[in-house]
């Protein structure tokens, strides 16, 4: 049987990745993978997280199943985080997930289950998950305009045009915030616009929020996904702890769906179990229990919130350096942009000749596409890497 299987494409971060690992140069930059590093290049352990673990490690009596939908008190305490009250609780349906992905591919699957013929549309560029899942699942999907690579900001009359095209029962997908891969936001008048269009042509917002806290705080980060959850029956939304509580490895997120009334919440949430029954059954809890013992604990979660504002201040630091060093070379305001980004991307907007000039003669790895973390940057090689983008000619 195994003979009839057929290679899979390789993944283009992971193989990006062996070739940093492969790379004997002292002065290599890695601005290609997907998660937070501090100064040193280390990915930390959150000190909130760590006196969670601690607390959960002396109080906890059993490793037995939560539930199909997981410990509702991580779902009470990450629907409060990001809707904070804009629909009113009996609205929604939740369930745990294995990260993000997970519940992007269950929103997926729902979406599937309850309109078979829907169009997905995606922003161009997107995560490449988004679409890599959708086709696996058979489903139709589309593209609207979305990053302008000349001005490095969102081209909003394209994306506006783009989906004019959008049939009834449509489903848009819609980064909530510090969009990846380019960290170009819609403004807030913007995103009342994109309602409006959205409401208009009777489609339904499907909203990706991985990185609440990273751009311009976690208030700020939620406005937009709270103004499309208040505007619409029905909403999506697929938020992920990896990012925010730094929990990559416990695989924790949550898929939110927003309910007309009770009883279509009701059930929403039969058939949301139902999905994790199929997928998984049980989802996994350790880092659902992080999350809620830090969400439900006042001292807990004041210090999480400061050392995540402390993240977000560093890398809006490090883009504003960036910024200014790549004015000083090229006598020129082209790349202020990477300032007004948010998030741990920025897209340069180059060509994948130029990035493939920025590994093999600087030593420089980010994705074909020119999305680079700016988290894997430090005071010390801004410098390093703004002379390398002006000497490779971008």
Sequence with gaps: MLEHLKDQ????????????????RE??????????KDASGNTPVMRAVKEAERRINAEQTTKAYTGLAGDPAFSDAMIDLVLDGAVARNRVAAVATPGGTGAI????????????????????????????????????????????SETGQVDYVGMLTDLGQVMPGDVVLLHGCCHNPTGANLTMPQWKGVIDLLKEKSAMPFIDIAY????????????????????????????????NFGIYRERTGILMAIAKDEAQRDLAQQNLAFLNRQNFSFPPDHGARIVSTILNDPELRADWEAELEEVRLGMLDLRQQLAAELRRLSN???????????????????????????????GIYMVGDSRMNIAGLNAETVPVLAQAIIDAGV
């Design 212 to 243: 609440q806290g990273f751009g311009d705080g976690l208030d700020k980060d939620g406005a937009a996904t709270r103004m499309v959850a208040e505007s619409f029956d029905n909403v999506l939304i697929a938020a992920s702890c990896s990012k």
């Design 332 to 362: 020129s305001d082209r790349f202020d942009f990477l300032a007004e980004h948010r998030g741990m991307f920025s897209r340069l907007g180059t060509s994948p000749d130029k990035v493939e000039a920025l590994r093999a003669d600087h």
């Design 105 to 148: 591919r269950q929103a997926l699957e729902l979406i599937k289950m309850a309109a078979p013929g829907a169009t997905v549309w995606l922003s161009d560029p997107t995560w490449p998950n988004h679409p890599s899942i959708i086709k696996y699942l058979g489903m139709k999907s589309k593209s609207y305009r979305y990053f302008d």
């Design 9 to 24: 494409p390789k993944d283009k971060i992971l193989a990006l990745m062996a070739a940093y690992r492969a790379d004997e």
């Design 27 to 36: 002065t290599k930059i890695d601005l290609g993978v997907g998660v937070y």
